[in-house]
């Protein structure tokens, strides 16, 4: 059977990464998730794609020159479909309070040693005192940010977003002591699909919102899709 995961919420039907988008994606009945995550200046975790404001804000700046109490202040339904109410960037916990995930695919962008560590960590302690540890994989293609899960929070469970053909995804998996290996769709043939799940992987494949390649994927036996609407793959494949 084959798992849905919302992308960013509800990405295709709600502004990114906002409440509003993972309430949607949890309102058809599809309970996992996939988002993104920056540290704030004073080290809360937001919940925002990219390292700057501009595209989903219309501000200038990196996420990291703003404090966790300025960045819920701002609005983040730039780009997105069209929405008639503010949609702040949220703190993961507010979240983990709110929206009751069976799973959480939580990706880190690429960071430095320093911030690699002080995020894993940040993570970590959050999940601890929301008794989501066993309900969090945190993803990264940043081999810093792998590094720092393996050294220092080896109790999360860990996955590797694999993009480009140019390396063995399968192999930086292992190499990292990944359980889940969030692969680019085209980068899944039959082929690389069972060798990967032959190692102990879940595979989860991404992003994939047309419902004939839904289907396709589906057939192939992957573990689950990442779409940005969530709606629409529940219809297609069936809620799971």
């Not at 502004?15 to 996992?32: D, I, M």
């Not at 008639?84 to 709110?98: A, D, G, K, S, V």
């Not at 991404?206 to 390649?213: H, Y």
Request: charged share 25%; proline share 5%; net charge positive.
């Amino acid at each position: 059977m084959t798992l849905i995961y919302g992308h960013r919420g509800a990405k295709g039907e709600c502004p990114e990464n906002t409440l509003a988008s993972f309430q949607r994606c949890l309102s058809h009945g599809v309970k996992r998730c996939e988002l993104d995550l920056h540290l704030s200046r004073d080290g809360e975790l937001m919940v925002i794609h990219d390292p700057t404001l501009k595209r989903t804000t219309g501000r200038r700046g990196k996420v990291v020159e703003h404090d966790a109490a300025e960045l819920v202040t701002y609005d983040a339904r730039q780009g997105g479909p069209g929405w008639n109410r503010p949609c702040p960037i949220p703190r993961l916990e507010e979240l983990f309070e709110q929206c009751d995930f069976e799973h959480w695919q939580l990706e880190v962008k690429s960071a430095s040693r320093v911030r690699a560590a002080r995020t894993v960590l940040a993570i970590q302690e959050l999940a601890e005192r929301h008794g989501l540890l066993d309900r969090i994989t945190v993803t990264s293609s940043s081999r810093e940010v792998l590094r720092a899960l393996n050294r220092l929070t080896p109790r999360l469970s860990r996955g590797l977003v694999a993009e480009y053909a140019w390396l063995d995804p399968l192999k930086v998996a292992r190499h990292h002591g990944c359980e889940l290996l969030a692969l680019n769709w085209t980068l899944c043939t039959p082929e690389r699909l069972l060798k990967a799940q032959k190692a102990g992987l879940q595979v989860s494949v991404w992003t994939v919102n047309e419902p004939a390649l839904m289907r396709r994927l589906a057939d192939f036996g992957v573990d689950s899709i990442i779409t940005d609407f969530p709606g629409l793959a529940s219809t297609t494949l069936g809620t799971r």
